[in-house]
Every structure is written in C-alpha cells, then in structure tokens.
C-alpha cells in the first residue's frame, strides 16, 4: 500500500513546462519526478530506506531549474501513471 506523504507542482500548466514531484511511502521512501503532462511525460523514481534521505532528493528537485514557482499540493491528488518512458 502507498501513501503520498506531500506532492508539488511548479504552478506551470503547459504541457512541456509543467513539473510534479511526489514523496511517497511504501515500505520504502518513494520519490516520484514526472516533466510534462501525464499523457507524454517523463517519470522518475527513487527509493530511500530513511524519509530524510527522501526529503533530500524532493528538495534537490525543487531547487532544480524549473519554469514556474513549486506550490505543495493537498495529499490525495493523482499520482503519476507508470511509464515505459524512462
């Protein structure tokens, strides 16, 4: 079972300019990065033993250079589809 603990978005809503970033726990700490929409976008995963090294990499994405200013999200929205596009 997995649980998004918090989500961002850039506040972008283009199809090419809009960025998501999700921190998830399973048994593990996910980090799931998508770029573009959820049709054609790119998805990324990560997975830590310990939140905070989790939370490091969340905050290494949102410090990456991105259109748009990261707004957190309500837990609970849509998370990504998986994608043969890694």
Known sequence: MEEVVRRWWNG???????????????????VIA?????????VLRWE??????????VERLLRADAAGQWRE??????RPEPSSRM
């Open 73 to 78: 999200q309500q837990v609970g929205g849509p």
């Open 12 to 30: 972008s809503w283009g199809r090419l300019a809009r960025r998501d970033v999700w921190l998830v726990r399973q048994t593990r700490w996910k």
């Open 34 to 42: 998508r770029a573009g929409d959820s049709e054609t976008g790119k």
């Open 48 to 57: 830590f033993d310990t939140q905070r090294d989790a939370g490091l990499m």
